[in-house]
């Protein structure tokens, strides 16, 4: 059976050990992370970690988020494969500036990638490229004829196809519940 790539989020609290923790309940389920990136959300105090990994199985997905949000500082985790989600990564590819200027096809390459040159002088240029994991990888290629001297991508950010982030539904039911029961009492 073929793997599937997963897209899980995490909303959480910023919390010490917290990815260790993590990549503790991945590890356990033998799921391999192939990408982290973690900041601030959108509400206030909640941090948002989002992993990549792949799986033959979405039953191990789940059990895995299941796992994930009985940790306390964890609000809410939720997984989508890459059809329910837009997703990007930024790559950064560092070049010596006299090479890259011998090419003579800097400003084809740029515009063929839809890239830009955000640092040049007479040593090195860095190129920036957003993208998909597919479409950093090619530049990396194109360039790399030429010596890529560094070159780093960033883990995937992602947004769901959904209206809302699925975070603020999930608070704004659970301020619903407390609001019965408390009306209740």
């Not at 050990?17 to 309940?25: R, V, W």
């Not at 192939?34 to 992993?51: K, Q, V």
């Not at 964890?74 to 059809?83: G, L, R």
């Not at 990638?113 to 990888?137: C, D, H, L, P, S």
Request: charged share 25%.
């Amino acid at each position: 059976m073929e793997n599937k790539t997963y897209t899980v989020t995490i909303y959480s609290e910023n919390q010490i050990g917290l990815l260790m923790q993590i990549s503790n309940i991945f590890t356990r389920h033998s799921l391999s992370i192939w990408s982290l990136s973690a900041s601030a959300s959108s509400i206030e105090g909640i941090h948002t970690i989002t992993i990549i990994t792949d799986s033959p199985s979405e039953k191990q997905i789940l059990e895995v988020v299941m796992q994930l949000e009985k940790r306390v500082d964890v609000v809410k985790a939720f997984y989508y494969t890459n059809d329910q989600i837009i997703y990007r990564e930024l790559a950064l590819y560092k070049m010596q500036t006299a090479k890259l200027l011998e090419c003579g096809r800097i400003e084809d390459l740029l515009t063929n990638y839809n890239a830009r040159i955000v640092e040049m002088n007479n040593v090195f240029t860095v190129i920036q490229k957003t993208g998909k994991t597919e479409e950093t990888q090619s530049l990396y290629d194109e360039l790399n004829k030429y010596g890529v001297m560094q070159f780093v991508r960033s883990g995937r950010i992602a947004v769901t196809r959904e209206k809302l982030e699925p975070v603020k539904d999930f608070i704004a039911e659970r301020e619903l519940e407390k609001n019965k029961i408390n009306k209740e009492l």
